[in-house]
């Protein structure tokens, strides 16, 4: 049994379209990663001008790639099974994925195809997919 997934992805969420035999299934996975991390620590002390503690934005932002990172696992086991997979969507999300997915060592990445789109509904995205597959069985070459 072939299966087909179709993604957009966002840094907020993924859509992930899977298209069976016969059926269709939508499935939404939130990312929960805010571009804004907030770290313990940082004070100001009670004298004026005096020193201040405070956190490195070198240590945020790592925190931010770590938050990314485990959303993108998420949705890499997500798709794990799929045998031809299409990602699309607004932003960096979608190439920053395509990497994660082939720098994966146990994961063998299909056949991945990306593209650029702007933001979309769920319907517009289930439809999106579904029009992309079967361009690419009309593309295919018959025996």
């Not at 035999?21 to 907030?38: A, L």
């Amino acid at each position: 049994m072939s299966t087909k997934k179709g993604i957009w992805i966002d840094h907020s969420k993924a859509v992930i379209v899977s298209l069976d035999q016969q059926k269709e299934v939508v499935s939404v996975i939130e990312s929960k990663v805010g571009k804004k991390v907030r770290l313990s620590g940082g004070s100001r002390t009670k004298v004026p001008y005096g020193p201040q503690d405070i956190v490195h934005e070198g240590r945020r932002y790592r925190k931010y790639l770590n938050h990314l990172k485990d959303y993108y696992e998420r949705v890499c086991r997500h798709v794990s099974d799929a045998e031809a997979l299409y990602v699309f969507g607004p932003g960096e999300a979608k190439q920053e994925f395509r990497k994660h997915i082939e720098n994966q060592k146990r994961f063998v990445p299909p056949v991945i195809e990306v593209e650029a789109c702007d933001k979309m509904t769920r319907a517009q995205i289930a439809a999106k997919v579904r029009s992309h597959f079967k361009e690419e069985v009309k593309k295919a070459p018959k025996p």
